[in-house]
Every structure is written in structure tokens, then in C-alpha cells.
């Protein structure tokens, strides 16, 4: 299974009022494990950069800011290729039918879309994008969902996440989009069965679960468990969480 994990940034939040796209990142995913192969362009917006977009992810109407610097050079969207360049590149790399994993895919794709569809190329079906901010609202209600906030949950290191940027946040997203899923090794359960054989070419034993030794350390930071105890609070005394120790 090809599965695309994506992220944009862009000079705001309404393609349809002007505002850009001035990166995509994406890396590929193959039966859950990265390739290797990724897609990366900066954009010229052909507009300037609003100060609340700067904020966000760093990148001003000229250069790249300093924390970026270091790691890309000194780069001048003014001299970057607009859209147009890399619109038709973009689809080829997610191909027609890959699963793309986006974290809040409706804003992302709308961009992506209007962009596409202003170049009159074919447009991505909402149906393709599978939205790990839903996913993570769906599995913890109640608790923050931001990339950052899972990174900590799932305790993944995003140290080098100083200002958003597109590939950046796509190969720390399928980190996380992994754990959502049930952790970095989803299809390890999928050779049981009479006569699998373990890794050693060795026929398995009828393997059972069984507790574990040892709890697993807590994930919930201290704000997270506050929020989880007022949201049972306000299902009243009957709820069955209240009844839990």
C-alpha cells in the first residue's frame, strides 16, 4: 500500500482571497514504512507575506528566515518558479490512487486544489486525503490535537521543529500518523497463523497475549489529564468513566 504524507505552507488561510501556497513537502510511505522518496519545492507566491503567515513558519517575502538559513542556504522566493512549475510534478508523485495523510487535510486540499484547478489540471478527490486530525480528535476527545501536542503524547522528538515548514512537518507527521494507527509496526501481526514462521525461518509457537511486566509509562501531560477529569466531570455522576477507579 503507497500512502503520501503531506504538508503546505502558505501566506494565509483563503485561497480564494489571495492568499498562496509557498511550499510543499511530502514523503512517500510504502506499507508503512518511508521509501526514502520525497517531493520538496518552494513557491513564489507572487504576493507579500502577511506578519501572522511569517510568524507561523518563517518564511518572508525575500529570504528565508535565520532559523531556516542554516539548513537551506540563503534562498529568495522572489527567484523561485511560481506554481505552475511544479503543479503537473505534484501529481505525478502521489500517483492517482495513493492514500494521502494529511494533518487538517480540508485546508491543505483546498489550497491544492484551488492551485490545480487554476492551472485547469485535475483536481485530488477529498475522498484520497485521510485527516490525522480527525483521527486524533475521534481516538482522544477532549484533548489537544496539534502536531505538537501528539509529538508529546507519543513521545517523538520534534526538537527541530522551531518554525513550521513543509517537510519537516510531513516526516514528523508520519511518525505520528504511525502511532495513531497502532504504533510503528502496524502489520506485524498480519503473518500469524497455521504454519507462519517467525523471522529465523523457524515455525512459531501458538503465541497468546499476556499482561505486561511492567505498566507503560503515562503519556498524558498534566494539562491533557485536567482536561480529560472536566470533561468526565461534565457527563454527570452516571457516566461510566465516574465509576471507573
Not at 486540499?109 to 485535475?122: D, G, I, R
Not at 475521534?138 to 505538537?148: E, I, N, R
Not at 510503528?184 to 511486566?213: E, T
Amino acid at each position: 500500500m503507497r500512502e503520501i504524507v503531506l504538508d503546505t505552507e502558505t501566506t494565509g488561510f483563503d485561497p480564494f482571497s489571495g492568499d498562496r501556497i509557498v511550499e510543499i513537502g511530502a514523503l512517500e510511505l510504502y506499507n508503512h514504512l518511508p521509501t526514502g522518496e520525497t517531493f520538496h519545492v518552494y513557491i513564489n507566491p507572487e504576493r507579500g507575506m502577511p506578519e501572522e503567515a511569517f510568524g507561523v513558519h518563517g518564511i518572508g517575502p525575500d529570504l528565508l528566515a535565520v532559523p531556516r538559513a542554516a539548513e537551506a542556504g540563503e534562498v529568495t522566493l522572489k527567484d523561485k518558479p511560481v506554481f505552475s512549475a511544479f503543479g503537473q510534478k505534484f501529481l505525478d508523485f502521489i500517483g492517482n490512487d495513493s492514500r494521502l495523510v494529511i494533518h487538517n487535510a480540508k485546508f491543505d486540499m483546498k489550497f491544492l486544489n484551488a492551485e490545480l484547478s487554476w492551472l485547469n489540471l485535475p483536481q485530488i478527490p477529498m475522498a484520497r486525503a485521510l485527516d490525522t486530525l480527525e483521527i486524533a480528535r475521534t481516538k482522544f476527545p477532549g484533548s489537544p490535537a496539534s502536531l505538537d501536542a501528539l509529538c508529546r503524547r507519543f513521545g517523538i522528538n520534534n526538537s527541530a521543529r522551531t518554525l513550521h515548514g513543509a517537510l519537516l512537518d510531513s516526516e514528523i507527521l508520519a511518525e505520528v500518523y504511525l502511532e495513531l494507527i497502532g504504533g510503528r509496526q502496524p502489520d506485524l501481526v498480519l503473518a500469524s497463523g497455521p504454519g507462519s514462521k517467525s523471522k529465523d525461518g523457524n515455525a512459531q509457537d501458538d503465541w497468546r497475549p499476556a499482561p505486561r511486566p511492567q505498566k507503560l509509562a503515562a503519556r498524558l501531560t498534566a494539562e491533557e489529564e485536567a482536561a480529560h477529569r472536566e470533561f468526565v466531570e461534565k457527563m454527570g455522576e452516571d457516566a461510566l468513566w465516574s465509576k471507573m477507579g
